[in-house]
């Protein structure tokens, strides 16, 4: 039986838990006044059944799937014969690796081995005698359960404390696992770029001038030493986002201030979803408009006026990616302005302001906060976006201003260096870690820039 069986059957008998719960807290007030004698209302019995059913069922899965492996492992290693056991960890590890791929049917090899079939046949019986176990354990636990909850149930039992108290502490659980998982990335980060600025010093990597991360991976290669300087593929990440701001942040600031203070409700009905499938679309159909509509147009009306215009162009990835996050400020903007009370508007009419008047001297001031958060949102949008920049910018790191020239972002020299089989002790990989750690420090200091603008006026508005 699957783990994916097992899930299913332990929400089905939480299901079950949770109408048997409720039923015995109906038939204990029965004849008695009914449910109002209950403290807490019938369902919160069924909830807290449910929950004593769920919750140590899911504990014990999770631990239980979490060491399967590792045991399972160790005790078919065991039984392999002393020549194989004697292996290095590294050829051991291809050893298991092939009696898993025989137990899952992906045969690597024609050869036949015996001692290989005969732990892989082991592998598979422990397999299903554990997830056999798995499944009583579970039941047995979740049976248990409503037996100890149907004899517990009384009119008396605060069954509605009990279960608010497990949610609170279901969401700090919640909390602290979104918390350690961001404190997690940062420290995997920070790690591989240090091994990078072990090899590269940090102020050549911070204040350099030229990218080129081609280096011999081996000492019998012939390769580039590599450039590893920052500053050009930053600057290019500057640029296009720069482009895309200029064309998002007006359109869609316009746009929602139109929809929330002159629309009517018919066309807002229409224009609203209309403009809001901007964002549904995959960003690689954005990546082929502007690679095969935006940019030729921009070379050729270039051509016309003398420039000479890449055919891969900042301009053409920030004009195209400035679309597409249209809706981002819009969408967020709309919903800010509509949040503010109709109360400060009514009080700015009523005192002869006119309406453009009411929507730049009380509304907007009202909702800058929400729309600095829009814009940050959008921002970050833009400079983690890859797959449009690489289609019609290019991968080349060129230290220019200039929108008419071929640039890259960091987000594109991060999948570049870590497409493939490739080797975490090279300068050439371990240079994607310190640019996503550069980009996370930037990206901080534009959310605190933020805040500082943000509790700057909403202290003077409020």
Known sequence: MTPTYILIILLLLSTAGYYLGRRRALAVVEGTGGPK???????????????????PTLFIFSFW??????????????????????LPADRLNLVMNDIKNLVNGNIVSGEENADLQAAADYYQYLRSLSQGALFVLISVICIG???????????ELRARNHVERVIYYILIACSVLAIFTTIGIVLSVLYESIRFFKIIP??????GLKWSPQTAIRADQVGSSGAFGAIPVFIGTLLVSAIAMIVAVPVGLMSAIYLSEYANRKFRAYAKPL????????????????????????????????????????MAAGLV???????????????????????LRDGAL???????????????????PGIVGGVLLAVSRAIGETMIVVMAAGLSANLTLNPLKTVTTVTVQIVTLLVGDQEFDSPKTLAAFALGLLLFVVTLILNVIALYVVRKYREQYE
């Open 202 to 207: 940090v102020q050549d990597f911070l204040f």
């Open 350 to 368: 009523s005192l002869g302001s006119t309406q453009s008047e009411t929507i730049r001297h009380i509304v907007l001031p009202a909702a800058l």
């Open 321 to 343: 990616m400035g679309v597409m996050i249209i809706p981002f400020v819009s969408s967020l903007s709309d919903d800010v302005i509509n949040a503010v009370p109709q109360a």
């Open 65 to 86: 799937l979490v060491c399967e492996s590792t045991v399972i492992t160790d005790m078919v290693l065991s039984k392999l014969p002393e020549t194989i056991q004697s």
């Open 145 to 155: 359960a409503v037996s100890i909850l149907q004899n517990r149930i009384r009119p």
């Open 37 to 55: 004698v209950l403290h807490s209302r019938p369902v919160y019995y069924g909830a807290l059944t449910a929950l004593w059913c769920a919750v």
């Open 275 to 314: 403009l809001e499938i901007l964002a549904g679309i995959p960003t690689v159909v954005y990546g082929f408009f502007a690679a095969l509509v935006v940019a030729p147009v921009i070379r050729d009306s270039g051509a016309l006026m003398g420039l000479d215009i890449s055919s891969e162009s900042a």
